[in-house]
C-alpha cells in the first residue's frame, strides 16, 4: 500500500474537502444575499405593476415603478403615516424610508403588530402590521390612477400574499394576483393562470350601499346575472383555495383591513 492509500491521508483529504466545500457555500450564500432580496423586490414591484396592469414588455421594472408611490397607512386610523403623526423611533425610521418597510416582518414584531380577534380572522392570518405599506400608481401628469393594496389570505395549504389593484373609484378592480403561494400546481396553484386573473378587471368590489360584495363562486359566472359584476369565477377543483380568496378580499376591504383606509380617501378624495 502507498502512503496515499493510508486511512490518515484518506482522512485528511475527505476533512479538506469538506472544509473547502462549506467555506464555499457559506460564502455564496453571504455574497448573493443582497441579490436575492434584490430580486426579492423586484418581483414584489412587477406583481404590484402586473395587479395595476402598468407591466411593458421591453421596460425595466425600475423605470416603470418610478411611477408608483409608496406610502404606509395606519390600518386602525386609515391615515397616512408622515413625520407629524409618527412618534416612537420605529415609525419614524419608516417615514424615513418608506420603501424599506416591510409589513411581513413588522407582524412578527409584537409592537408592531396586533393579534386578531379569530371572530373578525375570516382570512386566517391570526397577526397583522399596524402600518400597511400601499401603492399609488399615477399617470404621465403625476394623477392617482390605481390603488394598490397588499393582500394576504390562508388558502388550503399556505398563505397566499398579493395585491389588489383598485381604480380612483375604490370599487372597481384593476387586477389580482399573488407573488407567493404554496397551493398546488394545476388546483389552488391556478391562481396564477392569466385566464383566471383576466376575470377580475372591471369587477366591482363594493354595492350601491357602499357594503363589500364580491364573492368567487362554484363555477362560471352568468354574465346575465345582475350579480355578475360582483361574482368571480370560482377555481375548478380547488374550493377551499377559493373560498381563501374570496375570504381574504373580504377582509381586506372590511374595517379590520383597509376599510377605515377607503372610507378616508372617499372622504378626502384619492
Ligand atoms: C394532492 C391534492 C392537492 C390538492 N390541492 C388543492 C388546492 O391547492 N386547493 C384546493 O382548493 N383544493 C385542493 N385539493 C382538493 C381539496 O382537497 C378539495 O377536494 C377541493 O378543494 C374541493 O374542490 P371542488 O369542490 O371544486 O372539487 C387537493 C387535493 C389533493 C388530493
Redesign the pocket.
Known amino acids: 500500500m502507498s502512503s496515499n492509500d493510508s486511512t490518515g491521508k484518506t482522512l485528511l483529504v475527505a476533512a479538506a474537502l469538506c472544509v473547502f466545500c462549506s467555506i464555499f457555500v457559506s460564502y455564496a450564500a453571504v455574497a448573493l444575499k443582497p441579490e436575492q432580496i434584490a430580486n426579492k423586490q423586484l418581483d414584489k414591484n412587477r406583481s404590484i405593476l402586473a395587479a395595476a396592469g402598468l407591466l411593458e414588455p421591453g421596460k425595466k421594472i425600475a423605470d416603470l415603478f418610478k411611477r408608483v408611490e409608496v406610502k404606509i397607512v395606519n390600518l386602525e386610523t386609515g391615515e397616512y403615516l408622515t413625520e407629524a403623526n409618527a412618534t416612537t423611533d420605529w415609525e419614524k425610521a419608516i417615514v424615513a424610508n418608506p420603501a424599506a418597510y416591510d409589513q411581513r416582518k413588522a407582524v412578527k414584531i409584537p409592537a408592531q403588530s396586533v393579534v386578531l380577534d379569530p371572530a373578525v380572522d375570516i382570512a386566517s392570518i391570526k397577526r397583522q402590521p399596524k402600518y400597511a405599506t400601499v401603492y399609488l400608481a399615477k399617470d404621465e401628469q403625476g394623477e392617482v390612477e390605481t390603488i394598490v393594496l397588499p393582500v394576504s389570505g390562508y ?3 399556505s398563505t397566499l400574499h398579493g395585491f389588489l389593484a383598485l381604480k380612483t373609484d375604490l370599487t372597481t378592480v384593476v387586477g389580482l394576483g399573488f407573488y407567493e403561494h404554496a ?2 400546481p394545476g ?3 391556478e391562481v396564477d393562470n392569466p385566464k383566471w386573473k383576466s376575470v377580475w378587471p372591471g369587477k366591482k368590489v363594493f354595492n350601491e350601499e357602499g357594503k363589500i360584495d364580491i364573492q368567487l363562486i ?1 363555477g362560471s359566472v352568468d354574465p346575465a346575472s345582475p350579480k355578475a359584476a360582483h361574482q368571480v369565477d ?11 380568496v374570496s375570504n381574504l378580499v373580504n377582509y381586506w376591504l372590511g374595517s379590520s383591513g383597509f376599510g377605515p383606509f377607503l372610507a378616508k380617501l372617499k372622504e378626502q378624495g384619492v
Open positions: 388558502g388550503l395549504w397551493e398546488t388546483l389552488g396553484g362554484k370560482g377555481l375548478a377543483g380547488a374550493t377551499l383555495t377559493s373560498r381563501g
